[in-house]
């Protein structure tokens, strides 16, 4: 990974990561309503609030630590414990990797570099490619994940 590339992302991740998340879980909860009952409403928040808060955040999270430390393997044990964990509340394959494809979607909309657009193409091939392996290694009939 091109490491100033990846610091330039980093720090277009964390300047857009607001508007990002609520774009991103607006998009989620209008694709996937079910997604509403799973959230622990809370009386200051909405649905997007919320969904950008629990989840569309800590993903922006993953990606900045992800490319700060120059490390795509700090993903795996974050997407293990959430493929270990989440499928429990109603969150699944789908909705997870709807997730990372439309943050990756809105970062590209970002005006970035060429450097920088290949480095997110690697980070989001990467998240794409374990969420893959993490699902087809702990479902026994491999229902809904691509091959």
Request: hydrophobic content about 45%; proline content about 5%; cysteine-free.
């Amino acid at each position: 990974m091109d490491e100033v590339a990846a610091t330039q992302l980093a720090r277009r991740v964390e300047e857009h990561r607001q508007v990002i998340a609520e774009r991103v879980a607006t998009r989620l909860l209008r694709a996937f309503p079910e997604l509403t009952h799973t959230l622990r409403l809370e009386e200051n928040y909405g649905p997007v609030e919320r969904m950008a808060e629990v989840a569309v955040r800590p993903l922006s999270d993953l990606i900045r630590a992800m490319l700060l430390f120059d490390a795509l393997e700090i993903a795996e044990t974050e997407l293990r414990w959430a493929r270990g964990v989440l499928p429990r509340w109603g969150v699944s394959y789908e909705h997870t990797t709807a997730m990372i494809r439309w943050y990756f979607e809105e970062l590209n909309r970002l005006p970035l570099s060429s450097a920088e657009r290949t480095v997110a193409i690697e980070v989001e091939h990467h998240l794409l490619h374990l969420m893959v392996r993490l699902y087809r290694s702990n479902e026994p009939n491999h229902h809904n994940v691509p091959v």
